[in-house]
Nanobody, 115 residues
């Protein structure tokens, strides 16, 4: 019903910026909540940011003031804008969309912050 494709990951220097994109297929996109998780190999998954169908956002304490989630319902896309990146932000980032009775996931995109 819903397919998610992520893009925008890569290698960036500390203090740099990066924008992750998640493109969704399917119907009734504007009715869904969505967000981003990140995971470092061997560690627990961390919820980074969420946005509701009404546009309310929430962030992990570790990224508040540096990351911003947004959505464009007309384009069936949503984003994670990241600024002031730190080495500890290095992780695989996964987008998701919540549909009634199902959570759909993107394939993941790697963000590496290193000098």
């Amino acid at each position: 019903q819903v397919q998610l494709v992520e893009s925008g990951g890569g290698l960036v220097q500390p203090g740099g910026s990066l924008r992750l994109s998640c493109a969704a297929s399917g119907s009734i996109f504007s009715s869904y909540a969505m967000g981003w998780y990140r995971q470092v190999g061997g560690k627990q998954r961390e919820l980074v940011a969420t946005i509701t169908n009404m546009g309310r956002t929430n962030y992990a304490d570790s990224v508040k003031g540096r990351f911003a989630i947004s959505r464009d319902n007309a384009k069936n896309m949503f984003y994670l804008q990241m600024i002031s990146l730190k080495p500890e932000d290095t992780a695989a980032y996964f987008c998701y969309v919540d549909v009634p009775s199902m959570r759909y996931w993107g394939q993941g995109t790697q963000v590496t912050v290193s000098s």
